[in-house]
């Protein structure tokens, strides 16, 4: 595609519930990344992949945080049993370099209620 | 622990009226420094790299400079579709993969 897809563009979510956000990348990009935007706030890191290997999930907020690229292409971030606090934008995106021009999606805003 | 501060939170600018936004950081190793747009609702997107100190980046009404701490973005008289939030990233050799993020100056240019 032209750009970096994410899907959904909005989830609400009952406490407890698990939900999966999807990214798209631009094709042929081998970096992928995940960021996590509260409303007022800059972009915190999640998680990076190179192709399929997660390199760095340092930023990963807990273990009911999920993330996966298996082909090294499309990748999904899981959040089971959601809490209030996961509110936020999630942010998806891709490089054709390591250290480069970062082309963002548009993000899945998630509400938990 | 590398650090990204920029500042002024908020800045509301006559159309026209020059300014300049601050990104200031602290970083073990700077391998790249990032200035990016964000509209509301939207993904950031790219405007410039600046990888050394006095380097120098132009874009239309946008100029980005870096010195050994900071990095400024300068707007020349700007126009309200300029108004967005600018976000400033760094990139280090402290041996993770991850880009850190300042909070980002809210720009709102009044016509």
């Known amino acids: 595609g032209a750009g970096v897809s994410q899907s959904p563009r909005y989830k609400v979510a009952k406490r407890g519930q698990d939900v999966a956000l999807r990214c798209d990348p631009i094709?042929?990009?081998?970096?992928l990344f995940w960021y996590q935007q509260a409303l007022g706030q800059g972009p915190e890191f999640l998680t990076y992949?190179?192709?399929?290997?997660?390199?760095?999930k340092s930023g990963l907020p807990s273990d009911r945080f999920f993330a996966e690229r298996p082909e090294g292409s499309v990748s999904t971030l899981k959040i089971q049993r959601t809490q209030q606090e996961d509110s936020a934008v999630y942010l998806c995106?891709?490089?054709?370099?390591?250290?480069?021009?970062?082309?963002f999606g548009e993000g899945s805003r998630l509400t938990v209620l | 622990e590398d650090q990204v501060t920029q500042s002024p939170e908020a800045l509301r600018l006559q159309e026209g009226e020059s300014s300049s936004l601050n990104c200031s950081y602290t970083?073990?190793?700077?391998?790249?420094l990032f200035w990016y747009r964000q509209d509301p609702g939207k993904g950031p997107e790219f405007l410039f790299t600046?990888?050394?100190a006095g380097e120098e980046k132009e874009k239309e009404r946008l100029k980005a400079t870096l010195t050994k701490k900071e990095s400024f973005l300068h707007i020349t008289a700007p126009k309200p579709e300029d108004s967005a939030t600018y976000l400033c990233?760094?990139?280090?050799?402290?041996?993770?993969?991850?880009?850190?993020f300042g909070t980002g100056t809210r720009l709102k240019v009044l016509a």
């Open positions: 995106a891709s490089s054709d370099k390591r250290i480069g021009e970062l082309f």
């Open positions: 992949f190179q192709n399929e290997a997660q390199l760095d």
């Open positions: 970083v073990s190793g700077l391998r790249g």
């Open positions: 600046l990888y050394s």
């Open positions: 094709s042929g990009h081998v970096s």
């Open positions: 990233a760094v990139y280090s050799t402290s041996g993770t993969y991850k880009y850190i």
